[in-house]
């Protein structure tokens, strides 16, 4: 059995665990992103894996939206989130609700003429 499928996340990591140089792998930033991680795997392993992404639900639209139109631009085909349930209690986090999230990422989905849409129907997994 072959692995086909990979979720690409970036954890927060520890002060033991080696850091990824986001040099090495075409990166532009400090940190090496899941973006970068996508992109890498897209392109060092072309047609051996189908790259998957994170979405959450809990963070602001505008800001988690841009950031899955990047993230399948660099080659995502799938995404998944963390389970929902429900607003977070927080002050900050409140405002922001996952359930109506992830109905705005469902609709971006299905806009004809959305970045999504034009890659492809892309799964969505709960």
């Known amino acids: 059995m072959k692995l086909k499928y990979i979720l690409v996340v970036r954890g927060d990591g520890g002060p033991l665990l080696p850091k990824l ?12 992103t899941s973006i970068d991680l996508i ?7 072309s047609n051996q894996f189908i790259t998957g992404a994170a979405f959450n639900p809990y ?10 139109k990047q993230k399948i ?15 977070k209690k927080d002050e900050k986090a409140a405002k922001y609700d996952p359930v109506e999230n992830l109905k705005a990422l469902h609709e971006e989905i299905q ?12 799964p969505l997994y709960i």
């Open 59 to 68: 963070n602001p639209m505008p800001f988690e939206l841009n950031r899955m």
């Open 73 to 87: 631009e660099a080659g995502a085909r799938y995404a998944v989130t963390q389970p929902i349930i429900g607003k």
């Open 111 to 122: 806009r004809p003429h959305s970045l999504e849409a034009q890659a492809l129907k892309m």
């Open 39 to 45: 992109r890498y795997i897209n392109t060092e392993y």
């Open 21 to 32: 140089d986001p040099k090495s792998i075409g990166g532009s930033k400090s940190v090496a």
